[in-house]
């Protein structure tokens, strides 16, 4: 397993790193993955989520998390399953806004430490084909997020 967060700006302390480090782990652990895959958790501002929020999502606002799953790049089945024998077990990447992590925390009344938390969790599972489209995607994925957060000790 390899999870590369990257903090242009030094938002986070180690200990924040450590959280998201466990998170992850405990979410694998949850949804029964292999330990040989790889993910990267940028750390970012409102402008540059904003940027991508309007290239990918055509949303021009900032956004609190985006995940770009390597999956989605439109390759046929047979062939994603060749590459992925071939390389690493690359996800994708996890894009999170700290200031509106910030924003978030302070608004639902809860720890900056939770809300960075549920991003990172919400994130992971998007990586891993989970989604909240319809209401029982939503009651499916949110359950999974509180029940890791939860056991994890990140209680609202």
Known sequence: MSI?????LNYLQEADYQMI???????????????????????????????????????DRPTDVLSFALNDQGVDEEDWMLE???????????IISIPKAKEQAKEYNHSFERELGFLVVHGFLHLNGYDHETEEERQEMFAI???????????R
């Open 21 to 59: 480090q466990s998170l992850i782990e405990q979410s694998a652990t949850y949804l029964k993955l292999d330990s040989d895959f790889e993910v990267d958790i940028s750390l970012v501002d409102n402008e540059q989520i904003q940027e991508l929020n309007a290239t990918y999502r055509q949303i």
């Open 84 to 94: 992925l024998e071939e390389m690493s077990k690359f996800l994708g990447d996890i």
């Open 4 to 8: 590369e967060i990257i903090d242009e």
């Open 145 to 155: 997020q509180e029940k890791i957060l939860n056991a994890y000790g990140l209680t």
